[in-house]
C-alpha cells in the first residue's frame, strides 16, 4: 500500500548479530532498556471536525528516542514488538502515559477530549486489557468517554467472537472503537455489524489522490456510504493539502486527521490548543 513506500526500513540489530534468537534477546532488551530509561514518548495529533480549530479528539502516537539510532519510527519497532507480548508492554506503557497526559491537562484547569490510543490485534484479544485500563482509569480519576481505542481491520478477523466480547467490556466503561486503516484490509460487511464499533478511519492511502483519482474518490464515497448506513462516524487520516478537504466535504465528511491541519506534536503544544475551562463554563 501506498503509505508503506519509501519509508526506510533501517534495520533494527547491527550486522554482526546473525543468530535469529540473539535479535530476539537484543530486541526484548532494548524496548525494556527505553521504558526503563524513558526513551519513549508520546506525540498526540488532533482530529477536527471541518475547522482547524475545533478538535474533536487526539490520536496518540508513540515515538522512540533510540540513544544510539535516534529517532526510530514506529513503522521500524511496532511491528517486532508484535510479534511477542513486548507489544503489550509498550501499549500498556502508552495507555498509562495517555491517561496521565489527560489528568494532568485536567489539573491545569484545561478542557480535556478524548485521546485514542492504537492497540495491536495481540493486545485487544489478551485477557489483560479491559481490567488494566479500567485500574488505569480509575487510578487518574478519568472517565471512560476520555478513552478511544483503535484497531486495524485484520485484527478483527483473527477472533472475531473474543473481539465482540472484549469491545463489548469496552463499551461498558464507556471507551469508543475505532476501526484504523479501513479499506486496506478484508472485513466483511458482515463483521462490521456484529461489532460495537463507533468509527471508521479511512486509509490514507485513499485519501491522498482522492481530488485527483475518480477511482480513489469513488472508494472513499462508498466508505462514507457505508459508514452512514451502519451509523458510525467516518474520519479521513493523512489529509495534507486543501483539495483533498474539499473533495472530502463535498463527500459528506466531516472529520479529518491529517498535517493540513495538525501534525502530530509534543504535549506542551497540545495545552496550547485545549480551551481552559473557565472560557467554557
Ligand atoms: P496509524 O495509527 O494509522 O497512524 C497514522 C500515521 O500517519 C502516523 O504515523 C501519523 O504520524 C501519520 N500521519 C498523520 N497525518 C499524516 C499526513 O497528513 N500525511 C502523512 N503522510 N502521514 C500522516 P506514525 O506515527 O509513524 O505511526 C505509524 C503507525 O504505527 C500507526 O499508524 C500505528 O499503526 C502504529 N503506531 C503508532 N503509535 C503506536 C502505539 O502507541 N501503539 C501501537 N500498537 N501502534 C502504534
Ligand atoms: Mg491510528
Ligand atoms: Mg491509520
Ligand atoms: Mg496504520
Known sequence: WAKEKGRDNAQFFTPNMTNAVTKKFSFEKEVNDALASEQFYLVYQPKVQMEKDNILGLEVLIRWNHPVK???????????????????????????????QL?????????????????????????????????????????????????TEGVLLQDIQRCIDVMAELKALNIKISVDDFGTGYSSLSYLKR??????????????????HTEDAKICETIIYLARS?????????????????????????IFQGYFFHKPMKSPLVAKLLIPRAEIA
Open 103 to 151: 489528568k494532568a491537562w485536567r489539573d491545569q484547569n484545561l478542557s480535556i477530549v478524548p485521546v485514542a490510543v492504537n492497540l495491536s490485534g495481540r493486545h485487544l484479544v489478551s485477557d489483560a486489557l479491559v481490567t488494566y485500563i479500567s485500574e488505569r482509569l480509575s487510578y487518574y480519576g478519568i472517565e471512560g468517554r476520555y478513552l478511544e481505542i483503535e484497531i
Open 70 to 100: 535516534g529517532l526510530v519510527p514506529p513503522a521500524d519497532f511496532i511491528p517486532i514488538a508484535e510479534e511477542s507480548d513486548l507489544i503489550i508492554k509498550i501499549d500498556e506503557w502508552v495507555i498509562d502515559q495517555a491517561l496521565m
Open 195 to 212: 461489532l460495537p464499533l463507533d468509527i471508521l478511519k479511512i486509509d490514507q492511502s485513499f485519501v491522498e489522490e482522492c481530488d485527483s
Open 230 to 254: 451502519l451509523e458510525l462516524l467516518i474520519v479521513a487520516e493523512g489529509v495534507e493539502t486543501a483539495p483533498q478537504v474539499n473533495m472530502l466535504k463535498s463527500l459528506g465528511c466531516e
